[in-house]
């Protein structure tokens, strides 16, 4: 970043669908690496955000408001919101000014949910690229919902975009299947979840879609994006349970290890250690990570129905 000579910084790009738990990760991973005794800058890059639950350094909207932008260009929220990744992306020396007096923390963007901006609009992926010129390593966090494990179709959909958004963010990666608290209340999976996680041979979704009536159909498209998907064999997902420690623990360290954090500051790490060893079977959050009680896994039949709408 500007000024002396910079400090390497590093953080988190949280991105992934609208209401796949971005918002949510960030106070949760905030609120972990704080108790590992890690300097925590949470930045809302999310114009249409509100409400936010967690401590924000800096907030997006300070600089442009999406209400304002739709009411003067007349523009739908989706619009309003590419206007103001382009308006960031135009004055990232606001952004600029926001981080520099935050040297020395470990930032966490969250990022907006229009899956557009990862696969292919520019103004995203332009900024992380201005943000790695400040010397800012950051590792792209991509959540996606782990509800769409229930339907191989969807499986297959969500395999594509997160191959789209690995190869248009160009970061360090790290694709993780969120809200893992609720996967066994969507009824029993086609395959155990190390298939999901792992992406293994594709193929098996192949033939469970065949038998499918409406899906045979398309069963040379299907097979022209699963040998895409497969000769790319980039995509693999980290289950994520946002209120298990062990689980953000396993995810802190893939994130560590993409962008380098791990390899750069042994004595922070080997505290880190002992901190987490200390901290305990389950981690307990401030509060329930805003995660509604009816969210909140439990065997009655009204949260499994409300959850399928998650
Ligand atoms: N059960 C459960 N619910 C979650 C979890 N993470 C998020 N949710 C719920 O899912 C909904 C969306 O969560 P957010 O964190 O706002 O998702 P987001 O990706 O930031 O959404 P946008 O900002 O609209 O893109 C909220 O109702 C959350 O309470 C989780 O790990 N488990
Ligand atoms: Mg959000």
């Given amino acids: ?31 972990f690496l704080r108790a590992l005794g890690r300097r925590v800058a949470v930045v809302n890059l999310d114009p249409a955000n509100e ?43 606001w952004l600029r000014a926001k981080l520099e007096p935050l040297r020395g923390h470990y930032f966490i963007f969250d990022c907006p949910g ?6 292919h609009h520019a103004a995203l992926r332009s900024i992380f690229s201005q943000m790695a010129q400040w010397d800012l390593r950051l590792t792209a966090v991509h959540l996606v919902d782990s509800h769409y494990c229930t339907d191989p179709a969807k499986f297959i959909s969500v395999l594509c975009t997160s191959l789209a958004t690995m190869l248009h963010v160009e970061l360090p990666h790290v694709n993780l299947l969120s809200k893992m608290d609720l996967i066994e ?18 193929s098996y979704l192949l033939e469970h879609l065949a038998s499918d009536p409406f899906f045979s159909h398309y069963r040379q498209l299907n097979e022209k994006l699963v040998q895409l998907i497969e000769d790319y064999s980039l995509v693999s997902f ?12 396993r995810v802190l360290q893939a994130v560590d290890k993409a962008n380098g954090y ?10 880190e250690a002992m901190m987490s060893a200390a901290m305990g079977a389950d981690f307990h959050f401030s509060s329930t990570l805003g995660i509604q009680e009816k969210y909140l896994a439990s065997s009655d039949q009204t949260a499994e129905q409300e959850a399928m709408q998650l």
């Fill in 1 to 31: 970043m500007a000024g002396a000579a910079p400090a390497t910084a590093f953080g988190q790009a949280v991105i992934g669908p609208p209401g796949s738990g971005k918002t949510t990760y960030c106070l949760g991973m905030s609120e």
């Fill in 51 to 93: 409400g936010l639950p967690y401590e924000c350094a800096v907030d997006v909207g300070e600089l442009v408001a999406l209400g304002d932008v739709m009411d003067a260009l007349r523009l739908g929220p989706n619009g309003g919101l590419l206007y103001c990744m382009e308006y960031l992306e135009a004055n990232l020396d």
């Fill in 114 to 119: 229009q899956v557009e901006l990862c696969t």
């Fill in 185 to 202: 209340h969507y009824g029993k999976l086609a395959f155990n979840l190390d298939y999901y996680t792992e992406v293994l041979d594709l």
């Fill in 238 to 249: 980290i289950p994520l349970n946002i209120q298990d420690k062990d689980s953000i623990q």
């Fill in 262 to 271: 791990c390899f750069g500051i042994q004595e922070q790490r080997s505290l």
